[in-house]
């Protein structure tokens, strides 16, 4: 050639070819196709595109109506430019029963419900991949209704999603608000309402795997037990702010947990179950398999982060119908706060609780807890507890009225977790009961009272079964003492005869407590006693009322060898 040109060689193979559409209408069109079990048809499928050009610049309009015959209506209206690969435009599904939505996904579950959706879209056709934009959307569904072959319901006035945004460039999806209207869930003798849930601000990276939300709050949240018509708890509001999942490394970061007002109550029935295990009772072939499946991903564990976690105005309810004579405590109010609660290894978090306890008592801890591994030490406060509330337990093994005492303890205290999953507890302080009068129910007089009883400097060694006290302080003790013709005393005729135990049960209790229990008194001081004695065994029986009684003693251990030495002197 006698002249080269300056411009790449045409490559025809990327011509566009022109072609130029004015207008494509397809009416009354009907689909059908069938994908193993699922069967679909559309039908009443209206289509319409007008002006399209393969290179002209200028989008062509074009709308899509169809309907679902399962349920459902479709509406897709936008444009579309050929030359420059772009659609944009908005989907509207109306009518879609949720039934016909997860024969896609779920065909075993039962369900009811109508919904609707619109987006609007952006799609860019590139060589790869599209890019799609999705902006603007909502998602709604009303009265829905879901029950799976294990006769599991629930039930939905409305689910909405408001704002929904996707970017398949940034591989985000985000949304304003989703909302949970009157959810109601049915399961055996369980019925739990939670009127409304609301999740605002949420986004996820799937490329990331990373899930964050501002806020997902609860409320007015109730447990019932349907077979026996009792409301077992209610939840006015329950708050989870800034949550942040990272389902690659497998954390769970919240910034604060907070609830307020809420009520709870409990029981122990009468075979020792607690009623919250006969409300769901265990599928012992699921519980297997969940543990068999726990086993195995094991070296999955999540890690998790609470930076605050508040309680205020909890109210709690107790009752024990194992007894003859139902024993209830309730615990009221409660507010425990927590900080940095954290499941890692070594972790600790500081807390502090505080609640009423039987209207009177009252009951503070103050420390930092561990739970990985298990351990916590703290400042303990108990004050006000009125005795007389736990009569019931006494009536177990004595015929004895407890008619007062109020008790007390302060001082620290250890717990911490053992290999074997025992619990060892440690205490150092002080405790005491005031104000104790109890009546002998057989003769109906006092039995044995006292002002004030103070054990001070106590330290306890629950596991190691070792206890000791630098001294014992009674101030006007009282004692009715009575010796019988037979020679019994009149406590042996006040305490009940426990029922005999298995020879094994009775030999293991007695080699776990014998040999290494130890205890120790340094001093006890009895200040301004009196008692009622008598003793019929003799020939002339005799009664004595003793006065103004002084004095203590030292020495008091469980060691065989100690000596104890005893001081008393009255009128």
């Keep these: 050639a006698l002249f080269k040109s300056d411009s790449p060689p045409t490559d025809k193979n990327n011509v566009v070819f022109p072609l130029t559409i004015k207008n494509i209408t397809l009416a009354q069109g009907h689909l059908v196709w069938?994908?193993?079990?699922?069967?679909?048809?559309?039908?009443?499928?209206?289509?319409?595109?007008t002006h399209f050009n393969t290179q002209d610049s200028t989008p062509a309009p074009f709308n899509l109506n169809a309907v679902w015959q399962n349920g459902g209506e479709v509406n897709l209206s936008g444009e579309f430019n050929f030359a420059q690969s772009v659609s944009t435009g908005k989907l509207t599904l109306t009518h879609l029963p949720l039934s016909h939505l997860l024969t896609f996904f779920s065909p075993q579950i039962k369900s009811s419900g109508n919904g609707e959706l619109s987006a609007n879209y952006?799609?860019?056709?590139?060589?790869?991949?599209?890019?799609?934009?999705?902006?603007?959307?909502?998602?709604?569904?009303?009265?829905?209704?879901?029950?799976?072959?294990?006769?599991?319901?629930?039930?939905l006035q409305k689910i909405a999603l408001d704002n929904v945004n996707y970017d398949s460039s940034?591989?985000?999806?985000?949304?304003?608000?989703?909302?949970?209207?009157?959810?109601?869930?049915?399961?055996?003798?369980?019925?739990?309402?939670?009127?409304?849930?609301?999740?605002?601000?949420?986004?996820?990276?799937?490329q990331n795997q990373t899930l964050q939300t501002a806020n997902i709050a609860l409320h007015d949240a109730e447990l019932f037990d349907t077979t026996l018509n009792t409301l077992l708890f209610k939840l006015p509001q329950l708050e989870f702010k800034k949550l942040a999942f990272d389902l690659k490394k497998k954390t769970l970061a919240i910034n604060a947990i907070q609830a307020k007002n809420a009520d709870f109550k409990a029981w122990l029935n009468p075979n020792g179950e607690l009623n919250y295990q006969t409300l769901l009772p265990e599928d012992e072939k699921q519980v297997a398999a969940e543990s068999q499946a726990g086993n195995a991903s094991s070296d999955a564990f999540w890690g998790i982060k609470v930076d605050n976690v508040e309680f205020t105005n909890f109210g709690a309810t107790?009752?024990?119908?194992?007894?003859?004579?139902?024993?209830?405590?309730?615990?009221?109010?409660?507010?425990?706060?927590?900080?940095?609660?954290?499941?890692?290894?070594?972790?600790?978090?500081?807390?502090?609780?505080?609640?009423g306890i039987n209207n009177s008592g009252s009951l503070y801890l103050k420390g930092h807890a561990g739970l990985s591994p298990f351990a916590a030490q703290s400042d303990i406060e108990v004050n006000a507890i009125n005795l007389e509330k736990f009569q019931s337990y006494i009536d177990k093994f004595a015929h004895l009225d407890l008619i007062k005492g109020v008790f007390s303890l302060d001082g620290k205290m250890d717990v911490v977790r053992g290999e074997q999953g025992e619990l060892d507890v440690k205490f150092k302080g002080n405790t005491g009961i005031a104000r104790l009068i109890t009546r002998d129910q057989i003769q109906n007089k006092d039995l044995v009272k006292w002002e004030n009883l103070t054990l001070k400097n106590v330290e306890a060694d629950v596991l190691a079964q070792r206890y000791s006290a630098s001294a014992l302080l009674l101030e006007k003790p009282y004692a009715r003492v009575v010796i019988a013709k037979d020679k019994t005393l009149n406590f042996a005729n006040i305490l009940i005869n426990a029922p005999p135990e298995k020879d094994t049960k009775k030999h293991s209790v007695q080699q776990a407590i014998s040999p290494n229990f130890h205890f120790k008194l340094d001093h006890v001081e009895i200040s301004n006693g009196s008692s009622s004695f008598a003793d019929f065994s003799m020939i002339l029986p005799f009664a004595a009322e003793i006065k103004g009684l002084e004095g203590g003693a030292t020495g008091i251990s469980s060691n065989h060898e100690a000596t104890i030495n005893v001081t008393l002197k009255g009128n």
Excluded: W, Y
Aim: proline share 4%.
């Design 34 to 49: 069938q994908d193993g079990l699922i069967h679909e048809e559309m039908t009443q499928i209206d289509f319409a595109l």
């Design 170 to 206: 940034q591989q985000t999806m985000q949304f304003k608000t989703f909302a949970l209207n009157a959810l109601r869930l049915n399961e055996c003798q369980a019925k739990l309402d939670i009127p409304q849930i609301i999740v605002t601000d949420f986004s996820f990276n799937f």
């Design 122 to 155: 952006h799609i860019t056709f590139a060589e790869k991949t599209p890019l799609i934009i999705i902006e603007a959307g909502t998602i709604s569904f009303d009265d829905l209704d879901f029950q799976d072959k294990n006769e599991r319901q629930i039930t």
């Design 318 to 355: 107790f009752e024990d119908k194992t007894l003859s004579k139902p024993l209830s405590i309730s615990v009221k109010p409660l507010t425990l706060k927590l900080s940095q609660l954290s499941n890692a290894t070594g972790a600790k978090l500081p807390f502090e609780l505080n609640s």
